[in-house]
């Protein structure tokens, strides 16, 4: 998500080379070369200070050292014509 596709998000942090971006169903995420990206839908992950109190582990894997605690936050991306 680049900064200009944050407007209307409520907060954003980075955390090693992802951007977080927040709105009020939860966290998007996502890396800065690779374009990986991932979702967490839960309250707790609405603002910058509760993701941090509450999601420390995907602090820690987005700091990298445990990246594949990400995994389970994956968003597929969509292409055109897919019954996904």
Known sequence: MSLESAVGHRDLM???????????????????????RYRVQAATATNAVDFMKYHKRLIFAMMGNT?????????????EGSTA
Do not use: K, M, N, R
């Open 67 to 79: 990246p594949g605690d990400l995994q389970a936050f994956s968003v597929q991306p969509h292409t």
């Open 14 to 36: 980075h955390v090693g080379p992802y951007l977080v971006t927040f709105d009020e169903a939860g966290a998007d995420i996502e890396h800065g070369s690779t374009c990986a």
